[in-house]
């Protein structure tokens, strides 16, 4: 009986599902909105055009709604919630650092996108280093 609940414990415990594929899948998916949206907001910096301004700001805003649908999923699905922030500005820069080798690259006639711009490479800063700018 006692192994029983032992391994009730261990099945219900918010580290059994953490490694589920779901779990993963939505956390990656909360992950890749907030880096578009940093992306995004790169993209749009040194832009004086207020209907391209507009548009990034409708581009972040439709990512934090994909976060929202995500985070209701995992808690559908009862796995772990983010204990952190969820800040596009947590990869803000590493994507001013892609935006600006893209245009640097642009300039000399390249077609490819630049190895800073690979955004699964990503890591972002800590919380307390991602201040929203």
């Given at each position: 009986?006692?192994?029983?609940?032992?391994?009730?414990?261990?099945?219900?415990?918010?580290?059994?599902?953490?490694?589920?594929p779901t779990c993963d899948a939505f956390n990656k998916a909360i992950e890749a909105s907030l880096k578009d949206a940093a992306q995004s907001?790169?993209?749009?910096?040194?832009?004086?055009?207020?209907?391209?301004?507009?548009?990034?700001?409708?581009?972040?805003?439709?990512?934090?709604?994909?976060?929202?649908?995500?985070?209701?999923?995992?808690?559908?699905?009862?796995?772990?919630?983010?204990?952190?922030?969820?800040?596009?500005?947590?990869?803000?820069?590493?994507?001013?650092?892609?935006?600006?080798?893209?245009?640097?690259?642009?300039?000399?006639?390249?077609?490819?996108?630049?190895?800073?711009?690979?955004?699964?490479?990503?890591?972002?800063?800590?919380?307390?280093?991602?201040?929203?700018?």
């Open positions: 009986m006692r192994n029983i609940a032992i391994a009730a414990c261990l099945l219900l415990s918010p580290t059994a599902f953490a490694a589920s907001w790169a993209e749009s910096i040194g832009d004086n055009s207020a209907p391209r301004a507009q548009l990034a700001q409708a581009k972040v805003a439709n990512e934090y709604t994909e976060v929202q649908i995500n985070l209701k999923l995992l808690i559908e699905n009862k796995c772990p919630v983010p204990t952190k922030p969820l800040r596009w500005a947590t990869y803000a820069v590493e994507a001013l650092q892609c935006s600006n080798d893209r245009l640097s690259a642009r300039l000399k006639g390249a077609t490819d996108d630049p190895p800073s711009c690979k955004i699964e490479n990503w890591k972002g800063q800590s919380d307390q280093e991602a201040k929203a700018p």
